[in-house]
């Protein structure tokens, strides 16, 4: 999946769930808007309730894109069965989709009406898809392969070598420019690239690569044998620290996502037992 194409992914997902929350929003405005003690008297009561027709229909369909994001990511990703088909990385982003447009249906199906073990679950799926948010930006700084498995810091010396190699051979001589290239330290190497910072720095050494006794296919080698160099030490940078942080983002995230998937079967089985069938 190219650049563009993988924006195009991300922002349908975004789309879709902004359109959804606007679609719930505008179509029960004046019911969720009523008091609680006034709804019974709503022509759309029946309707919209959480047990009605509708109503208990988004809890149906957001529980079941609930577990179809936790049971196809967690399975996946143990068995890699879906390797050949989707890089991890995306699968995570489906992932974080359907675990927040499921929670977004579920809300609306509660009528916005908390109360006892149903607030519980609420406020733990909220700290369930708020953390899932940061997971995904923890998760995309851990360097990883094309296949999205996790780089170790030995498989990232070996990307760095074929690269040293390269200045080595080209620019060998110059020892001062080599050293300006691995000298290089990005002040953002923890968080947002400082790309003005490194645009200068690269105009420079550009410069200097182009006064070479090189022709431009070398040259362009030398470039981006800079670039690679460039990107390992970041990638070192930030491994150790953004492995032990994805490790105790697990501590909150799993008890949390446990906590609600509890109450939701506790819920269901209520239900079910109190009659509510929905459309069955």
Same mark, same amino acid.
């Given at each position: 999946?190219?650049?563009?194409?993988?924006?195009?992914?991300? &922002?349908?997902? !975004?789309?879709?769930?902004?359109?959804?929350?606007? $679609?719930? %929003?505008?179509?029960?405005?004046?019911? $969720?808007?009523?008091?609680?003690?006034?709804?019974?008297?709503?022509?759309?009561?029946?309707?919209?309730?959480?047990?009605?027709?509708?109503?208990?229909?988004?809890?149906?369909? @957001?529980?079941?894109?609930?577990?179809?994001?936790?049971?196809? $990511?967690?399975?996946?990703?143990?068995?890699?069965?879906?390797?050949?088909?989707? /890089?991890?990385?995306?699968?995570?982003?489906?992932?974080?989709?359907?675990?927040?447009?499921?929670? #977004?249906?579920?809300?609306?199906?509660?009528?916005?009406?908390?109360? @006892? =073990?149903?607030?519980?679950?609420?406020?733990?799926?909220?700290? !369930?898809?708020?953390?899932?948010?940061?997971?995904?930006? #923890?998760? *995309?700084?851990?360097?990883?392969?094309?296949?999205?498995?996790?780089?170790?810091?030995?498989?990232?010396?070996?990307?760095?070598?074929?690269?040293?190699? =390269?200045?080595?051979?080209?620019? @060998? %001589?110059?020892?001062?420019?080599?050293?300006?290239?691995?000298?290089?330290?990005?002040?953002?190497? &923890?968080?947002?690239?400082?790309?003005?910072?490194?645009?200068?720095?690269?105009?420079?050494?550009?410069? /200097?690569? %182009?006064?070479? *006794? +090189?022709?431009?296919?070398?040259?362009?080698?030398?470039?981006?044998?800079?670039?690679?160099?460039?990107?390992?030490?970041?990638?070192?940078? /930030?491994?150790?620290?953004?492995?032990?942080?994805?490790?105790? &983002?697990?501590?909150?995230? /799993?008890?949390?996502?446990?906590?609600?998937? =509890? =109450?939701?079967?506790?819920?269901?089985?209520?239900? +079910?037992?109190?009659? $509510?069938? &929905?459309?069955?």
């Amino acid at each position: 999946m190219s650049r563009i194409s993988h924006q195009i992914y991300i &922002w349908s997902m !975004v789309l879709v769930t902004l359109l959804v929350t606007i $679609y719930l %929003s505008i179509k029960g405005y004046e019911y $969720y808007q009523t008091p609680l003690e006034e709804r019974f008297y709503q022509d759309s009561h029946a309707y919209l309730k959480a047990s009605g027709i509708f109503g208990q229909g988004l809890g149906v369909f @957001g529980t079941l894109l609930i577990l179809a994001g936790v049971v196809l $990511y967690i399975t996946a990703k143990k068995y890699g069965y879906l390797e050949r088909f989707i /890089r991890l990385r995306y699968l995570l982003e489906f992932h974080i989709f359907l675990c927040t447009l499921g929670p #977004i249906m579920i809300l609306f199906h509660t009528t916005f009406k908390f109360g @006892g =073990i149903v607030s519980i679950a609420f406020w733990s799926m909220v700290i !369930v898809v708020a953390s899932g948010v940061v997971g995904r930006y #923890i998760y *995309n700084q851990i360097p990883r392969s094309i296949s999205g498995k996790e780089l170790s810091l030995v498989e990232i010396r070996k990307q760095q070598e074929a690269g040293l190699s =390269i200045l080595d051979d080209l620019i @060998g %001589s110059d020892t001062k420019l080599k050293t300006d290239i691995l000298n290089f330290k990005n002040p953002y190497a &923890w968080g947002p690239r400082n790309f003005l910072f490194e645009r200068n720095y690269f105009g420079k050494i550009s410069k /200097r690569v %182009s006064s070479l *006794n +090189l022709d431009r296919e070398q040259q362009s080698l030398v470039l981006n044998s800079a670039r690679l160099e460039w990107k390992m030490e970041r990638r070192i940078a /930030r491994l150790a620290s953004m492995q032990k942080l994805f490790k105790l &983002w697990h501590v909150a995230h /799993r008890p949390f996502a446990l906590i609600m998937l =509890i =109450i939701v079967v506790v819920h269901i089985g209520a239900t +079910l037992t109190m009659g $509510y069938t &929905w459309i069955f």
